[in-house]
């Protein structure tokens, strides 16, 4: 049998030792929650497990039957392996491989994991190597990088024989959607460094009513007509992926808390450009997106009970062409936790386009999200934006931000559940929302409507579409 623990790389010559080592190769994860819907993919496991049970029988691998629940474990780790694999044949993922957890893990199971993880992954992924199910990849030399399986030309030619498709796939009733994480920002040289850490957290009525309310409206997108036009571009687009989860932060000091964060992540649009949206179908129906106006700016507004100056929040004088900077400088003073001395290196100072290529310190090609005119500097740029909005300065640097992004979420939530109860699918674009062209001035009414209910303050809707 194949033994994942002895498999290494090839090593380049001692000769070739000083050449600079290569970078880690980064791969999609292995998706531990992914399960077969009834239909040809649920053959296919069945097929497998079938399989698996006359191999382990034939070569006397097992001496006894196993435990009930270690069966059942088995059963749907196979189920697992075999959708991931097969998700691989219909929509490659990037480098072709999967990144795969094959250590034993000494810190247990959290509510975050599936029981198919854990120490047995590894010999079961070894005797699906055995058997050219799949191969194994364990990069031990190179830091930094996972080990990873790809799929066999014998299973890729199993998995199109069965007819799989998209649709085929479904996702484990346990999974896990609400999610809090601890953040912690710590200083390398110049940089600052956020270390992002999961917590095990302890359930409430708070956190399971927030879970039922995702999960319903999960349970409502998975049944929605929502359909992507393929325009032949890459990464390919599985437009049965539409889980939300909510990512809820908490910071070094402070204790387990439901207030901070909560934004919506997850499902396929939210990471697409806008260009490729246009291709989403919602009930058959082309698409309007349509967001709240200055939504951060707003919310500190109502935050602080005060009204907002009429027109655009970001347009501040001296700065009129960068709005983009301006906006993006303003929510960095909302999430800071304390005077900013400089900008983060996403900010462009100068130059002349949003998008403008440029070298980070590692020579690599990056492109800046926003741009601010050469001598803009942290404390201009503050004073010119308080000479338009003084009040700020009361929301500025004390991570306001993150309770601001939690009453964002909680008013996208409200709007996607009154949406829902009149049966229109709506996708979530954090501040924004995709719907059917049809729903859209009911769209916009609805958000109108708890916003001002939940914040007591007008936020106007644009349709950016």
Known sequence: ?????????????????????????????????????????????????????????????????????????????????????????????P???????????GKGRSRYDSPVAGKLLSPTLSLLWDLDFLDVRNPSVVRGEASSIGVSDWFTGKVKEAGVSLADFGRREDEEVIILSRHTRRSTGRDHV??????????????????DDLKGLNAFLNTAEIAFLDDGLEPRIDPFDRTLRRRFVIFSNQKERFDQGGRMFGGFWQNLKSERRRNIRICGEPIAILDYSSMFTRLAYAELGSVPPPGDLYVIPGFESYRSGIKFAMNCFLFDGGPRR??????????????????NSDGEETKYEARLPAGATVGSTKEAILSVHPILGRAWDRRLGYRLMFRESEIMMRVLAELAAQNVPALCLHDGLIVPISGCEL?????????????????PVADKT
């Open 342 to 359: 400089a900008w983060p290196d996403e900010l462009a100072i100068g130059l002349e386009d949003d998008l403008t290529a440029a070298r």
């Open 194 to 211: 956020v270390y992002r850490a999961p917590i095990d957290y302890t359930d409430t009525s708070e956190t399971k009513k927030h879970r």
């Open 443 to 459: 769209a916009t009414h609805i958000m109108s409507k708890c916003a001002l209910e939940l914040t007591g303050a007008v936020f």
């Open 1 to 93: 049998m194949n033994s994942i623990q002895a498999i290494t790389p090839d090593h380049t010559s001692r000769a070739a030792g000083r050449r600079k080592p290569r970078e880690p190769l980064r791969y999609q994860w292995f998706d531990q929650h992914l399960i077969a819907k009834p239909g040809p993919l649920k053959v296919l496991v069945e097929n497998t497990i079938r399989f698996l049970d006359h191999h382990e029988r034939h070569i006397g691998a097992r001496k006894r039957a196993r435990r009930e629940q270690d069966h059942q474990q088995h059963l749907q780790r196979i189920e697992t392996i075999v959708c991931n694999l097969a998700h691989a044949v219909l929509l490659p993922p």
């Open 95 to 105: 480098g072709g491989r999967i990144a795969a957890p094959l250590g034993h893990g």
